[in-house]
């Protein structure tokens, strides 16, 4: 179906968040409506998305469920004040989201956004040890290349040069972790890399440095997605969880790109089997329909603020917009969905289909690396001299004329489908990017 050309110069007024806006306004690529796993272009063209949008279209796109939850919830409550009011579907979507999660996860805390709920985990990290009567730790833990949104806690512990450097002196009380990518050793590794457990002993460093009892929580993500699809190494993340419970300190998964079913599992936690005391989500809780995000605690995490005097507020923190009730119903929708198609189930039993597809790049000019796990791919390419990420996004703008949408972050392109993908969608994929890589300069 196509639709009005874009005109140039109705394009200025939106500053468009992290992109080239002068590059991007010179020849504009837009979306007009989707379906299932395909975008169509404002030139009338259809593109397979290859990223479910930005790691969140789970289910794909225009989901009946979805749909018609939001459009039933606009026309019976729209809104209701989310402090000292509530209502029966944000409660309803709790109850059903502590279900799904890992065992101990009771209570649920809803954001608008990862960076929300990452800034929010924070907070209660902190809070939660105060409470405890552990004041004394309040610093905070995060990694090399980890992506934490852009709130001033995420990018605080977030290890992104680029998100860092512009905006002063960020959190006190923060240190990294150095991160896990180790081409070297790792190359080409399906699921969990072999070599760099050990890496966690990081944490124990930094926390011998300054003293355990100073150190509130640590914050990873299980599997890095935006700064290029970083695998944990065999038992790094069981190590983290054994220094955390050594010296008290609380263990954070940003489960954001990895909550609902991107590995074939629930969460990430229940894929590597390593539980930590809050989980930070997002995106794929609505199918990224609606804005939402939500923080999962501990019961202990709850307790500790549920002791003091009755009347009190127990957490100063709380957006406009948590429960939002179009939100719970977006959410409630995107869960029907989830179960009644088996999706879960559907990207583990794909899973190995993609590994093998996506390996069979391995050879191709300038790929220096591939990896995967769950229905998640990278492919790294060898940087130009002196023009970095050229070289992959030349790749994004060759594979969006080929109907293909892909992402790339510095010089690896990262592949992330929807759930609902076919395997002759996966070898769409593949062959399109085999013929961009074989032509790339
Ligand atoms: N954490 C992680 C791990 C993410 O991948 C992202 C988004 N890509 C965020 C946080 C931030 O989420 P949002 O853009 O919804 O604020």
Request: glycine share 10%; charged share 20%; aromatic share 10%.
């Amino acid at each position: 179906m196509a639709s009005a050309p874009v005109r140039t110069n109705n394009l200025e007024a939106f500053w468009m968040p992290f992109t080239a806006n002068r590059q991007f306004k010179q020849a504009p690529r837009m979306f007009v409506s989707a379906d299932r796993m395909h975008y169509t272009t404002s030139d009338g063209r259809q593109v397979l998305d290859g990223t479910a949008g930005l790691w969140c279209c789970n289910a794909g796109h225009n989901r009946p469920k979805i749909v018609e939850a939001i459009r039933q919830q606009a026309g019976e409550l729209d809104y209701a004040p989310a402090f000292q009011m509530g209502h029966p579907k944000a409660f309803e979507l709790a109850s059903r989201l502590t279900q799904i999660t890992p065992e101990g996860f009771d209570h649920v805390f809803f954001t608008n956004s990862g960076s929300e709920s990452v800034d929010t985990a924070l907070k209660i990290a902190i809070a939660y040890q105060r409470a405890k009567g552990q004041g004394s730790r309040f610093r905070l833990i995060g990694r090399e290349r980890g992506y934490h949104g852009v709130n001033f806690g995420g990018i605080s512990v977030g290890g992104i040069v680029t998100n860092r450097k512009m905006f002063g002196t960020l959190l006190t009380g923060v240190d990294h972790m150095r991160h896990t990518h180790d081409l070297d050793r790792n190359a080409y590794t399906v699921g969990e890399p072999e070599h760099g457990a050990e890496l966690a002993d990081d944490l124990l460093r930094i926390a011998t440095l300054h003293d355990p009892s100073t150190i509130a929580a640590v914050i990873v993500e299980p599997v890095a997605g935006s700064t290029g699809v970083l695998v944990p190494p065999k038992g790094y993340l069981k190590k983290l969880r054994e220094i955390c419970d050594q010296h008290g300190i609380l263990l954070i998964f940003d489960e954001v790109i990895t909550g609902y079913g991107r590995l074939g599992t629930p969460f990430a936690a229940d894929y590597f089997g390593v539980t930590p005391d809050i989980m930070v989500t997002a995106k794929g809780l609505t199918n990224g329909v609606i804005p939402m995000g939500a923080v999962f605690v501990k019961k202990d995490i709850y307790d500790a603020f549920m002791t003091g005097p009755e009347h009190l507020i127990e957490f100063f923190h709380g957006y406009t917009y948590s429960g939002n009730p179009i939100a719970s119903a977006a959410a409630l929708g995107t869960l029907d969905t989830y179960q009644e198609e088996g999706l879960l189930t559907r990207a583990a039993e794909l899973a190995p289909y993609w590994a093998d597809a996506l390996h069979s790049l391995k050879g191709l000019p300038h790929v220096i690396d591939l990896r995967s796990i769950g229905l998640i791919g990278a492919i790294e390419l060898e940087p130009i001299a002196g023009l970095p990420t050229k070289r992959a996004f030349s790749a994004f703008l060759k594979a969006y004329d080929a109907g293909l949408l892909i992402r790339t972050t510095g010089d690896i392109i990262a592949l992330s489908p929807p759930l609902i993908i076919e395997k002759s969608q996966i070898d769409f994929i593949f062959d399109t990017l085999k013929d961009i890589l074989t032509s790339l300069d």
